[in-house]
Structure formats: structure tokens, C-alpha cells
């Protein structure tokens, strides 16, 4: 690309460059040859490619045949507005960051060209310090733009990461979320029922995210007693309590750079609550019978679900806390407010298993049409468990309605049979018809006899956490002491 020296280029120089080169294209329109010089000077001094032309109309020519990143606009021509260029930009070239300038500057002015799509607003005159940094900020939006929109792409093309999978609008507003806030480090909380896949989102941040290859440290705070986490988190040094024999560096120090997932965050305990937020804060902790700090850098994702807003009215929560990691908050719907991705998430396990056994597997009507139907209170993650234990005890590669789970099997004989035979729903007004939460109920106590009181492993098949079956037992009134 040739450039004169006012930095003006004709429709005769040779297209710029393809912004994927890794240097971005500033393109610049401004009668005033001052102005575009000023302003390439500063551009190319930055880091930029610029492109400086003096009217609207070779700007939509270069716009319709070559690549630019970023489009600083006055707003007024002589012939034309650059108002409508903006608009034709936006409609067009949706990617493209817009910063516009004026010597006429007015509130309207600035709201309309900002309501169009303007991404920053310049006033004749500008310190030349000032449009360095509009272009930093706008060089610094395209890069995070483009690489949510690759992100976004990926998602829905690969159907999600792992069991990340569905084409719901609500994966959809999932997937938009997630490709603006793996981008950033600020902090993420993520809510849903248990099985949702929580802890596979905040995997999912992490790992296309641009500290990707720093650490990923989950820490379960609703599995662990309270010093257990503390010592997780903060660390130890050698003779803090019996049993410290060396010095442990804790999770929060140690990840450096990269992600520590709070999973349960609800389950920790005020004190602890009150000692993390103190070391999100300070961006500094102190191990556990140490008298030094020590400097932390890591990104925070927390998980849970309970009702944190609840909790911080009834004071088991810290407000402030609360409001630290709910930067961004990531509901995560339940699988069956997304009942049309059952079939997508059933046919991705039952490849997995038929690759791990070497068994092209199958479903029979009856057991597609019952898992699309069935409401799944321990959601995904119960999913994934019943089609592998169908896979367990199949006698073929059919999976039929018998190999599934009892709660699945009582689940299609209440709806489709009824309690006198009678079929498709008549059941739905029968006394002898069993609510939803009784047959939850018999499920997990069920389980718990077949397994002799196994409460982790009753959790593992019926797909739930372990945090939810003991406040499950708990709701039944039923102790580690009372027999099943």
C-alpha cells in the first residue's frame, strides 16, 4: 500500500492487507489533510496499519474491498454524513470498532452516532495522547470481539465441549455468554441444579480463555471440612498443626495466572468466607500458621446451587462477598427446561460408551421417547449415568426400556399406562399416581438399600452430587445413624 505524505492512499494503490496478518487496519475519514495525517502518524506509531482518504465515497469503496479493523469517522463531510456511513458500517461490517470525530460536537450528535454503533466519541481538538488510547481501547475491543465470535462458532458447530451439547435457545444464550466472559478475567458465578454441568462451564471458560495453558484447580467446598479448605486454599506451613510435617503451597498461590473453581461456594463456612474475600481483595493471602503474605494472581469461578441471595438475607452468606464474585452471573437451565437437547446429549453418551465397548448401541422407541419425556431432577448428569448403566446390563446393542433405571421405568408406566392400563396420560388425574419428588424419594432410598447404605456411590448412579443426596436424606429426616 503506497502513501503520500498526508498519508492519503487513491483507489489505484493496492488493497491494504488482510487484517489476519496480525497487524490491524485503521482506516481514517477526514477532509481535513491535518487531521488524517495526526492521525496515521499516531496509528502507525501504535502498532496499526493506517489509511487515511478524504471523502465518504472512496471510504465505502475500500470498506466493500479490502479488511479493516477499526474506522475512525468525522462525522461531518461536505458531501455527506458521516452518520450514514456509520449506519451502512454497522449493518454491514458489524465487527468493525467505530470511533467517531467531530469539530461540532453536541449532546445529540454524540447520542446518535453512540445509539448507531459508535464505539468511542472524539472532539476537535484532541490531545494526540487522547486517540492513542481510544485506538488502544478499540484495538483491545476488536481483538476480544473476534475471538468471542470464534468461540461462539465453535460452540455451536461442535456442539458444545464434551457434555456441553445442545442447540436450545437456552444453550444458545449460554454459548453467547460464554464466548464474551472466557475473554476477560473477571470473576463468574455459576448457578444451576446439581447436574447441569457447572463445573464443565467453568472448564469451559478457562480453557478458551487466553491464560488456557495456566492452571485449572477445582476445590470442592461442600465435600470438605473447614480447615480442609482453608489449608486448600491458603496453604500451610511446616508445623502450623499436628500432621503439617513440610510447607504446602495453597491452590489460590499456586494457580498463577490461571483459574481456581470454587465448586459449592455456598458450603463454605462464614469465617472462610470472610478470609477469601479479604485475599480476592488484597490480592494477597496468608498461609496457615505463617506470619508472611504472600502475592496471588489467579481468576476466580464459583459454583453452586443454592440460593445465594437467599442466604445473604438470612446471613449464612456474605453480602459483600456475594457481590465480589457475582460479577457475572451464568444460570445454567435444568435439563428439563431444554427437553429438546435430550436427544443430542443421549445419542453423544450412548457413541461414548459404544466406542468404549465396542458396541454399536441403540435406543428402542419406548426409552427415547421416556428419556425425552422425563423430567430429570439429577439433570445431566443423571442422564449420562442411566444410559451407561442401560449399556451395563443390556443383554444387545438395543437398549431397551427395561435396561433403564427403576424411576425411569415407573416414570413411563404412571404416564403412558396408568394405573388400570389405560394409555397416553390417563393416568394424569389418578390418585394412584405418584408426585414427582415421591418417586425421587423411593429412587434415592431405593439405591441406598441395593448398595447397603453406599451413600458415594448411590450418588454416582443416580447422578447426583454427593452434597445433594446428604441434603436430600437430611430433608427425610434420615441420619448417617437411621436405618434404610
Not at 178 to 194: A, F, R
Not at 224 to 245: D, Q, R, W
Request: with cysteine; charged share 25%; proline share 5%.
Amino acid at each position: 500500500m503506497r502513501v503520500t505524505d498526508l498519508h492519503e492512499i487513491t483507489m489505484t494503490d493496492p488493497a491494504p492487507r488482510s487484517s489476519h496478518s496480525g497487524r490491524m487496519h485503521v482506516l481514517i475519514v477526514d477532509e481535513d489533510p491535518a487531521v488524517r495525517s495526526a492521525c496515521c502518524e499516531i496509528a502507525a506509531s501504535r502498532g496499526f496499519v493506517p489509511c487515511g482518504v478524504d471523502n465518504l465515497e472512496t471510504a465505502q469503496r475500500l470498506l466493500r474491498g479490502n479488511s479493516v479493523d477499526i474506522l475512525i469517522l468525522d462525522l461531518k463531510s461536505p458531501a455527506g454524513s458521516g452518520l450514514e456511513l456509520l449506519e451502512e458500517v454497522k449493518l454491514l461490517h458489524p465487527e468493525i470498532a467505530v470511533i467517531v470525530v467531530t469539530a461540532h460536537a453536541t449532546v445529540s450528535s454524540a447520542v446518535e452516532a453512540m445509539r448507531t454503533g459508535a464505539n468511542d466519541y472524539l472532539t476537535k481538538p484532541f490531545a494526540l495522547e487522547e486517540l492513542a488510547a481510544v485506538l488502544d481501547r478499540a484495538a483491545e475491543r476488536r481483538t476480544v470481539d473476534t475471538a468471542s465470535r470464534r468461540l461462539r462458532e465453535k460452540l455451536r458447530s461442535e456442539q458444545g465441549l464434551g457434555n456441553l451439547i445442545g442447540n436450545s435457545p437456552e444453550m444458545e444464550r449460554i454459548y453467547r455468554i460464554l464466548s464474551k466472559v472466557s475473554q476477560t478475567t473477571h470473576p463468574v458465578l455459576i448457578l444451576g441444579e446439581s447436574g447441569t454441568g457447572k463445573e464443565l462451564i467453568a472448564r469451559s471458560i478457562h480453557s478458551n480463555g487466553p491464560h488456557a495453558s495456566k492452571p485449572f484447580l477445582p476445590v470442592d467446598c461442600g465435600s470438605l471440612v473447614p480447615t480442609l479448605i482453608e489449608s486448600e486454599l491458603f496453604g500451610y506451613v511446616k508445623g502450623a498443626f499436628t500432621g503439617a510435617t513440610r510447607n504446602k503451597e495453597g491452590l489460590l498461590a499456586s494457580a498463577e495466572g490461571g483459574t481456581v473453581f470454587l465448586d459449592e461456594i455456598g458450603e463454605m463456612p462464614l469465617d472462610l468466607q470472610a478470609k477469601l474475600l479479604r485475599a480476592l481483595q488484597e490480592k494477597e493471602i496468608r498461609p496457615v500458621g505463617a506470619t508472611h503474605r504472600v502475592s496471588i494472581n489467579c481468576r476466580i469461578l464459583a459454583a453452586t446451587n443454592r440460593d445465594l441471595g437467599v442466604m445473604v438475607e438470612q446471613g449464612r452468606f456474605r453480602k459483600d462477598l456475594y457481590y465480589r464474585l457475582n460479577v457475572v452471573a451464568l444460570r445454567i437451565p435444568p435439563l428439563r427446561d431444554r427437553r429438546e437437547d435430550i436427544p443430542l446429549l443421549a445419542a453423544h453418551f450412548l457413541e461414548r460408551m459404544s466406542r468404549k465397548s465396542e458396541t454399536k448401541y441403540v435406543f428402542s422407541d419406548d426409552a427415547i421417547r421416556t428419556m425425552s419425556e422425563y423430567a430429570w431432577p439429577g439433570n445431566v448428569r443423571e442422564l449420562e449415568n442411566s444410559i451407561e448403566r442401560a449399556c451395563a446390563l443390556s443383554s444387545g446393542p438395543v437398549l431397551r426400556l427395561g435396561d433403564m433405571p427403576t424411576q425411569l421405568q415407573d416414570f413411563h408406566l404412571h404416564t403412558h399406562q396408568g394405573a388400570n392400563g389405560h394409555a397416553n396420560g390417563a393416568a394424569a388425574s389418578d390418585p394412584d399416581v405418584m408426585p414427582l419428588a415421591d418417586l425421587e424419594r423411593q429412587a434415592i432410598l431405593d439405591t441406598l438399600r441395593q448398595l447397603n447404605g453406599d451413600k458415594l456411590t448411590a450418588a454416582r448412579l443416580l447422578g447426583i452430587g454427593k452434597t445433594t443426596l446428604y441434603r436430600k436424606l437430611k430433608e427425610y429426616g434420615i441420619g448417617d445413624s437411621a436405618g434404610l
